[in-house]
């Protein structure tokens, strides 16, 4: 009898472990009765595999820098899926990342969906990190061939610290890693938030608030 009462809670206990959600690979997934009136899956369809062609699982292009003249002096060149349908459930992707000399910033922002590991490959940055609360800033230093890791879904940035260009690599763990740019989402998305809101949460003047909103509402 106790022999059972021990197979029945390890039943129960993997029961538990195994029953949890799938990771998203989208902001949302709305729920919907009527499976006619569905237009996305928590993904990609995918193709038939006997259909499947050496270019579903390839991509060209990584050894072209990015263009870096814009307003913060970077580039992101993204493989995720949409860009390489081989990546649909395989939980990957990969970036390079080009950055201008003096300057050129990957500014702070967050992948929602994965952990980032990036390795310089040219040039000298200042990369880091913010924890969850109570916050602690983690940085350092990276010189060519030098790595470092992003955990998921916090603040993150990297800034070219030196007088030339700077080119590093990264794998996230998503084949959809997402991307929210916190100056982007906060000052400039395309319904404002009120002002006032932003003014009190950020401890600045309104009129601050409303100038920044206006520099980033076409950005």
């Given at each position: 009898m106790k022999a059972f009462h021990f197979l029945l809670l390890l039943a129960l206990a993997f029961s538990f472990a195994s029953a949890f959600d799938p990771s998203h690979l989208q902001d949302f997934c709305v729920a919907i009765s009527d499976p006619r009136n569905a237009a996305f899956v928590n993904g990609k369809f995918c193709k038939n595999p006997n259909l499947a062609v050496a270019g579903d699982f390839s991509f060209s292009g990584l050894n072209i820098p990015g263009n870096t003249a814009n307003r913060v002096g970077s580039n992101v060149t993204l493989v995720n899926?949409?860009?390489?349908?081989?990546?649909?459930?395989?939980?990957?992707?990969?970036?390079?990342l080009d950055y201008a000399p003096n300057g050129g910033l990957n500014p702070p922002h967050i992948h929602p969906r994965g952990t980032e590991i990036l390795?310089?490959?040219?040039?000298?940055?200042?990369?880091?990190?913010?924890?969850?609360?109570?916050?602690?800033?983690?940085?350092?230093?990276?010189?060519?061939?030098?790595?470092?890791?992003?955990?998921?879904?916090?603040?993150?940035?990297?800034?070219?610290?030196?007088?030339?260009k700077?080119?590093?690599?990264?794998?996230?763990?998503?084949?959809?890693p997402?991307?929210?740019?916190?100056?982007?989402?906060?000052?400039?998305?395309?319904?404002?938030i009120n002002p006032d809101v932003l003014a009190k949460a950020f401890q600045l003047d309104k009129d601050v608030v409303e100038?920044?909103?206006k520099l980033?509402?076409?950005a």
């Open positions: 899926v949409d860009v390489l349908p081989g990546l649909n459930t395989l939980g990957i992707s990969l970036a390079r390795v310089v490959v040219e040039g000298t940055l200042h990369v880091g990190f913010v924890t969850s609360n109570p916050n602690r800033f983690i940085s350092k230093v990276l010189y060519p061939g030098d790595v470092f890791v992003f955990p998921i879904g916090l603040i993150h940035f990297q800034f070219n610290i030196a007088k030339t700077a080119v590093a690599f990264a794998g996230l763990s998503s084949q959809n997402g991307v929210i740019t916190m100056a982007d989402a906060i000052f400039g998305p395309d319904l404002p100038k920044l909103q980033l509402e076409n």
